[in-house]
């Protein structure tokens, strides 16, 4: 009877891959039957190193060194190579971490803006066939003529209030606020006419100055800058809370 044991391998090995020319960590199938220099040859193409440049080091699934991978006529599986060991490669090419992933060192194609203007195949180009956008001369001198007049409905109303009233400030989506107008004017925070308010109560988002520069002073969280078609003037005395009541 015959009482040997007979060992099946398995053909292909399932490892991980690294190198000293990239952070990422890959895995591939490798047939055990190719020799070193064929296994070199693969690699090239998934590091980047050059296979004349290589020496291969093999680590345990625990990732303990085992040893060099230095004979290029050697079979992968005269090697102890199992499933989920990791093969490191080291580039003597001169290649360093990062070299194929950093983009900053690529160089960009940039078109001048008048050549990319002339291209009849660009976004730029279909916006201007179907007049969208900025490119519809019509729509845009319309919303420039409605800014416009928005604008000026802003200045009058801004001419209409005084610093120092009481006033009710009104801004869709937010509840109506009671305060007193502190500052009327433009800014240099955005353009167009504001109105600086000090709220009665913490509902504001500063003390009066924005962007480092002064407008008008009050408590943190009292201040706000709004529009003036917001703001209304006119006798709203202050809410007693009834913080004095026993």
């Not at 002339?118 to 916006?127: P, V």
């Not at 709220?199 to 504001?204: I, Q, S, T, V």
Request: charged share 30%.
């Amino acid at each position: 009877m015959d009482s040997g044991v007979t060992v099946i391998t398995n053909p292909t090995v399932n490892v991980r891959l690294t190198s000293t020319i990239s952070s990422f960590e890959v895995q591939r199938r490798f047939n055990r039957g190719i020799s070193i220099a064929e296994l070199k040859g693969k690699l090239e193409m998934i590091v980047g190193a050059p296979a004349s440049c290589m020496d291969l080091e093999l680590f345990s699934i625990s990732d303990k060194f085992l040893q060099k991978m230095n004979e290029n006529e050697a079979l992968l599986g005269s090697y102890p190579v199992d499933d989920d060991c990791r093969i490191h490669v080291v580039d003597r090419s001169g290649g360093q971490m990062g070299e194929f992933t950093d983009v900053s060192k690529v160089e960009k194609f940039e078109l001048p803006d008048d050549a990319y203007d002339k291209r009849t195949d660009t976004a730029r180009s279909f916006m201007k066939k179907q007049r969208v956008g900025r490119y519809n001369e019509e729509e845009m001198a319309k919303k420039k003529a409605e800014n416009a007049a928005r604008e000026e409905e802003q200045k009058a109303a801004a001419d209409a209030i005084a610093v120092g009233s009481r006033c009710k400030v009104q801004v869709p989506g937010q509840p109506t606020k009671l305060g007193t107008v502190m500052y009327v004017g433009t800014t240099d925070f955005k353009p167009g006419y504001w109105v600086g308010v000090k709220y009665d109560e913490p509902l504001g988002k500063h003390n009066g100055t924005v962007e480092g520069k002064q407008y008008f002073a009050c408590e943190s969280k009292y201040g706000a800058f709004v529009k003036p078609l917001s703001v209304t003037v006119g006798d709203f005395p202050e809410e007693d809370y009834g913080l004095d009541e026993m």
